[in-house]
C-alpha cells in the first residue's frame, strides 16, 4: 500500500499554537465559578491554573511537540490578557495595576458596572472581550503574567514559546470609543509590543508566537501600512518571531506578510490547502514555513496522505530543516482529549481525533511514521466506505427540491395582512425570545432523568408544571405572545440533535465559548433526518393553557450547523440544507397543531460567514436557502419569526431581509440601538423586534430607560414594524429579575402605545 509519505526524510519539527484551556475534566470552569460564588480563595483560584499549565505543557512534552506555547492558558480571555499586558484595558475601569478583581469586572457584567462587549472570534464559537480604544490609554506594559508562565514551565525543564496575540489584529478587533480612531494609537501600540518583545529577549526567549489571524481577512492600505511598519520595527528586537496566520489563506496580503521578514510563517493549509504553493513561491530563504495541516477547529482524524503530500511539498522546496509541522490553529477550539468517551460508537470514535490525539498526530506526520500511516489510511477508508453516513431518502429529498420549496406562497406585503387579521394582536406586540429562567430546579430535574434517577412520567410531569407556571408569569406580566419557556432542554442545538439521525453525542467534548462556559458540540458523521416531532409536544400543551398566541421555538439550520462538529466529508452546504429539511418538517407539524407563530432562531448566521468577503455571496446564498427550506411549507397566516443576537448585523442586512421571516428579533441593548441606523438607511421591509434590554446582566433597567430605547427604535421604524423583546432569551437569569424587567418592558410600551394613540 502506498501512503504518500516519503521514508527517507529526517523528522521535521513539530509545533503547537494552543492548547484548550478547560482542563480535562474542566477543572477550569469549576474553579472559576468558584471564585466567583466566594467559594474559592485567589491564592486557591491560581493554584489551579498553574496546575493546569503544568499538565498541559508536560503532556505536550511527552507527545515529543517541540515548539510548545506559554502564554496560552488564560484566567478568562487571551484577549483581556493581551491588553493587561500591554496597559491597554478600556479607560473606563480605570488605569494602573490590574487586579483579579478589576480583570473580571472588565470581563463579566454586574450591577454596578457593564463589561467589556463580547465578540465572536473570527468565524469560531470563542468570544472575546473586544478592546476599547481611545486617547487616554496608558500603554503602561506589564509582562508578569507572560514571563511568570515561562518561568513556570522552566521550572519543570519545559522551554516555551509564549504567544502574543499580534498588534494588527489586535487593533482591528478593537472599536473606537465614541468615533475615536484607534490607528492614531498606532506608534504607541507598536512601541508597546516592542517593549514586550525585549523584555522576553532579555529573559532569553529565542521564539515568540505572534498570532495574527486578522492576515486571513481582507484589510485596508492603511491596516497593511500598519503592519509593515509594525513588524519593521519589531525586527530590530533578537527574537524570532513565528507570525501566525490561521483560519483563511492570506491571498494579496502574501506579500506584506513574508516582507515582514518575520524569521517563521505559519500558515493554514486546512482551510486553504491552496496557498501552500503561493507561498513557497515567495518565501525568503532564511524563513521557516509552519505547516498547519492538522485542523484545530474540527475533530475528524487527519488524512495522511493529504497532509503529508503538502508537507513533502514544503520539504521539497524548503529543505526538512525550514519545515515545521502544526495544528492549522490553536487547539483551544477542541475538547480534551478522547478518553473520556466511552459511550461514543467504536467505530466512528476511530475517526475522530481531540487535543491530545492530534498532538499525537502532528508527532506521526513529523516523522512520516509508517505504521501510523497506514493505521490512518484503513481508518480513512472505513469512513468512507460506511453506510451509516449516507440516508438514500435524504439524498433523494435533497435533489428533488424545486424552487418553490424555498418561497412562501405569498410576499410579506400580503401575508402581514392575513396575520394581522388572524392574531389580533396589539400595536407593539410584546413577546419573549423562548427561554426562562433554567433554574436548579429545572437543571436538578433534567439530570435526575438522564441518569436514572427520575422516571419519565415524573419528569414530564414537572415540565409541565414548568410550562404552566411560565404561561401563568407571562399572562400576569401581561405580553401578548407567550412562549411554552424551552424548560426541556439542555441547549438550543443538543436538544434537536437528539431527536435527529446523523447525529452523535460525546460526553466530555466540551470547549470553551466564554471565561467559564464551555459548549459540547454534538458531532454530525452522516446524513441528517427527523424521525419524529421534536418539539410538537411541549407546544401544544402550552397552547392548550392559554387564550393568547402561543410562539413554537425553533433552532435554525445555520445554528444546528455552526454549533455542531460538522462532517467534512460533503460540503457544509448539504448537511445544512438536510437539517432545513428536517426542521421544515417540524414546522409543518407545529403548524398543523395551530401553532401559528413560529420562530427559527438564528443567531448563528452570521458567524458562518466566511472571513473573505468575496466568499460571502456563496454562502450567504446557500445559509439564506436553508432558513427559506425550513420555514416556507407553511399557510400565510402563520407567521414566521427569527432571532438573532452577538454580532453586527449591518452588513448583511440584505441577507437578512432575503430571509423572508415575516418578524424577526434581534440583540440591540448593547449596541445601543446602532442597529436601527442601519434599519433605517437600507429599509428592511418586514417587522422586527430590536432588543430593549440586556440579558446577559442582573440589572433590571427601568420602564423610563426601556421607553426611552422603543422611542427611538419607534422614529426608525413605522408603528406596525416595532416589535417589543428582551435581547435574547432569559435561560440564565433567575425569576424575579425576569418578571421585574419584562414587567418593566410591558409598563415602557404601555406608555408608547398609549401616546401614538393620542
Ligand atoms: N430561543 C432561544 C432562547 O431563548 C434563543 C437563544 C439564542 O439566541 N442564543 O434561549
Ligand atoms: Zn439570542
Known sequence: MTVGIASNIPALKTANLGFPRMGRQREWKFALEGYWAGKRTEADLLEVARNLRAEHWKLQKAAGIDFIPSNDFSLYDQVLDTLVLLGATPERFGSGYVTLERYFAMARNSREQTAMEMTKWFDTNYHYLTPEWSAGISFEVNTDKLLSEIHEARMLGIETRPVLIGPLTLLLLGKGVDGFDPFSLADKLIAAYKTVLAQLAEAKIWWVQIDEPILATDLSEQAIHFFRKAYRQFGAVPIKIMLTTYFDRLAENLFAVVDANTTGLHIDVVRAPQQLDEVLAVLKPHQVLSVGCVEGRNIWLTNFAEASALLNKAVKSLGAERVIVAPSCSLLHVPHDLRGESKLPARLKSWLRFAEEKLGEIVALAKADAEAAQQNAAAIADRASAESSVNPTVRAQLAALKESDFSRNAPYSERAGVQRAALGLPLFPTTTIGSFPQTAEVRKHRAAFRQGHETAEAYEAFLRAAIENCIRQQEAIGLDVLVHGEFERNDMVEYFAEFLEGFAFTENGW???????????????????????????????????????MKGMLTGPITILQWSFVRNDIPRQQTAWQIALALRAEVNDLEAARIDIIQVDEPALREGLPLRHRDWDAYLDWAVKAFRLATSGVHNRTQIHTHMCYCEFEDILPSIAALDADVISMESARSRMELLDAFRTHGYPNEIGPGVYDIHSPRVPDAQEMYALLKQAAQALKPEQLWVNPDCGLKTRGWPETISALTNMCAATARLRAEVRA
Do not use: E
Open 511 to 549: 470547549v470553551q465559548s466564554y471565561g467559564s462556559r464551555c459548549v459540547k458540540p454534538p458531532v454530525i458523521f452522516g446524513d441528517v433526518s427527523r424521525p419524529k416531532p421534536m418539539t410538537v409536544k411541549w407546544t401544544q400543551y402550552a397552547r392548550s393553557l392559554t387564550s393568547r398566541p
